[in-house]
């Protein structure tokens, strides 16, 4: 039977030649040189001023929180569909994660809603780039600077996104990258942070490395810190991938092209939007099912899986989820309408770069079978 998957990247010679040269010669002298090159492409790629890479995404989620200082009694809001990883950083540090509504067509945080969150206890706000599409960055960085709440843009699944002609991950104090290896950019495993602000900056360096200044080679610790370091050889494949970066997202949106002529006369049936003055990277092609057809996606994706196509579940409100049993609002349901409208009745569909035109058009054929099936 045909498989299809649903997430994967796209290697050719020049990953394999610079991981190889990694393998080789990125110790002694040469030790640095790898992070060095894929730090400074990154920023000058996103136009931030500085970046640094990490072991992931979640670890540049944590040293945002920890270099901002949450701690014990302080609320961070954020979009209540998101990975999980989102909000689990808020709690590594003894914040309080308070989960706000999303908007019907981006899934991105809502203005209103994030608002509508914010009490004395509010300190940050994470808002996510959710599968490539951009919040209402205007809107959100106005309240949050009326307000004084600091801003990280979860970026994990949005590079080469923009919103005005800026790219996404650089609207925040700091914003973060994810390039697990499901992701438009993969190092496998790893992350980075980027920020313009020298502060935060330098902080990071020593956070992430158990508490020393970058370049004391000392074992006095003065403090305690983390351990969060990508290795040479992940940076040199990650430096190849970001030379690549706009080839990646041009297979991506010709991707999302493909899908979007195949089920644009389905009816009942929402994908992902490009807002004018946005650019899409497409990371997740996603579809909500009208709830008419009364289809929770669960029961969808096994019918897929059934036809070798690999699905996703669109991201459970965190506030649904046991983990977060501990700080859920009251009357979360009505507060996070939207989440709760969408998320029972929306997949992620196969959204590997490795994809073909044919590929995509076997999945939307299945679709349109399936959902023809029940009128
Ligand atoms: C929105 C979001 N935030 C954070 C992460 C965490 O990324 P990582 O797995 O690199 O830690 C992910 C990863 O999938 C994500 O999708």
New binding site residues.
Partial sequence: MREVPVAGPWITEKEIAYVTDAAANAWYRRANEYYGRFEKTFAEYIGTKYAVCLP????A?HLSMAALKIGPGDEVILPDC??T??AEPIIYQGGTPVFADIDRETWCLRPDAFEAAITPRTRAVIP?D?YGNVPEWDAILDIARRRNIAVVE?S??AIGSTYKGKKAGAFGDTG?F???G??TLTTG???MLVTDREDLYKRVLVLRDHGRKPGDTGFYFEEIGFKYKMSALQAALGLAQIERVEELITRKRQQFAWYQRELKNVPGLRINVEPPETRNSYWMNTVVLDSKYDWPKEKLQKQLAAAGIATRPFFYPLSSLPAYKDYVRPAIKERNKVCYDISPWAINLPSALSLTEDDIRYVCDELKRLLGARG
Avoid: R, Y
């Avoid at 992931?56 to 670890?59: L, V």
């Fill in positions: 992931s995404c979640t670890s989620l998101t990975w990883a989102t996510v959710l979860d994990a699944e973060v994810s390039f697990h499901t992701k495993e790893g992350g």
